[in-house]
């Protein structure tokens, strides 16, 4: 009797690296994002979806990788929180969050990044209730949320400032605002 395989294989982009894989089925998107590709930037926080510490982008849409399986990213583009920063230059985002202390153990801020990456890409403007609406899947326990919102109304801010520079900030969010 011939052996049975549970084996997938699998072709995905991250972080615009391309990337083929032999997985199991069942393999969730953030054990393939951390285990297969050491990529450990996308947190493990509650494994309900409650949290949004391993939120990534898929596809352009924002997405927590605990409820995703990493065969339905097949054929897909992912960006993790490692994809923002370019040739060690942080990102506007990135830069927004250290500049108004909107993390205190860092652990939900990854998720939060690539949350507000998802929004300014969809809305380069948005009100504080935009904001608090894109980011009511990520929780934090560490600290208040106000940084969190003045940090992202000045990330849209300095996203709207790269694009019209042309810079990389503004084109990782339009890119993810085309998808």
């Keep these: 009797m011939p052996e049975r395989s549970d084996g ?13 894989a032999e997985i199991e089925a069942r393999l969730l998107l953030v ?8 990529l450990t930037g996308t947190h493990i926080g509650c494994d309900t979806s409650f949290c949004g510490a391993c939120t990534v982008l898929l596809n352009g849409s924002s997405v927590k990788s605990c409820t995703v399986l ?11 929180v490692e994809g923002l920063a370019k040739d060690g230059e942080l990102h506007p985002i990135q830069q ?25 890409a969809r809305n380069p403007n948005p ?7 894109a980011i009511a899947g990520n929780c934090c326990r560490c600290t208040g949320y106000q940084n969190i919102y003045d940090a992202i109304a000045d990330a849209a801010a300095r996203v709207s400032a790269a694009r019209a520079a042309g810079t990389h900030g503004g084109r990782a969010a339009a890119s993810a605002e085309a998808r």
Excluded: W
């Design 127 to 133: 009100t504080e209730k935009d904001i608090r609406k």
């Design 31 to 38: 054990d393939f994002i951390r285990e297969n590709l050491n």
């Design 70 to 80: 990493a065969v339905h990213a097949a054929g897909g583009e992912v960006t993790t």
């Design 96 to 120: 927004a969050f250290k500049d108004h202390y909107a993390l205190q153990c860092g652990y939900c801020t990854p998720g939060l990044l690539m949350s507000t990456c998802h929004l300014l």
């Design 8 to 20: 997938v294989s699998i072709s995905v982009t991250v972080n615009g690296r391309r990337h083929q």
